[in-house]
Structures are given as C-alpha cells and as structure tokens.
C-alpha cells in the first residue's frame, strides 16, 4: 500500500460492542491530525475527537488511526474533512449517536472549530 493512498472508509474496521444492551459512551482524541489546504497546499494541524455511544460494533483503533493518517496529503477545508469523517464512520460502524469535533490550529490568527452531529437508531 502506498503511504499516498487516499482515506477510504473500507480502511476503518470494527469488533462487537461488547455491552450491546447498555449504552455508554467512547470519546477518542487524535491530537495530531493532519491534512492539507486546497487553496495553498499548506499543512493543516488539528485535534479530531470522536465522541460516540456505538450500536452493534465499535471501531478499532489502529485502523482509525491509519485511516486518519492517509488525510495528510489530501486538499480540503476544514467542514469538508470534518463532515468526511462523520460519514465514513456512520457508514462503518452505525454509532447510535456520533459527535466528531474538528478543533484546528491558529491559522493567519484564527483559530477554526467544526462539529459535525448523527442521530441515529435509538
């Protein structure tokens, strides 16, 4: 596999929720996100968190960290790549509830945060 390889949501894989009959609730931090600018091709940084109460399955870690990595070579704004994520993982894993917060380094003296929310199946 090459280290260019676009992100793609059949990276991300998942294991039975252990307690399918409770809910609770697993927040996942990635502080070192990385992706690039479209409009002049500079690194962005950020802090992506996963906050979310699963519903059959829960996503494994290292895939959702390799699948994080492959945005680094990829041009987009932050509410794109922010809603990106949200898709691909409801695609996956069909949390019951999903909040992905994009909180992204100061840029120019601004700094940008973008949350993105999925209700699903109660």
């Known amino acids: 596999m090459s280290d260019f390889a676009a992100p793609d949501k059949n990276q991300l894989e998942t294991f039975p929720n252990p307690r399918p009959g409770r809910d609770f609730t697993i927040e996942i931090i990635c502080p070192e996100f990385t992706s690039l600018c479209p409009k002049t091709g500079h690194p962005d940084f950020g802090t992506i968190t996963f906050r979310y109460i699963p ?3 829960c996503v ?3 895939s959702l960290k390799l699948y994080l990595q492959r945005f680094r070579n990829e041009g987009s704004f932050y ?3 922010t809603n990106r994520l949200l ?10 509830r999903l909040e992905i917060k994009g909180a992204f380094t100061p840029r120019g003296g601004i700094t940008t945060n973008v949350t993105v929310i999925h209700e699903g199946i109660q």
């Open 55 to 57: 519903g059959e399955v």
């Open 60 to 62: 494994e870690l290292k």
């Open 79 to 81: 509410e794109a790549v």
């Open 87 to 96: 898709d691909d993982f409801v695609a996956v894993a069909n949390p019951k």
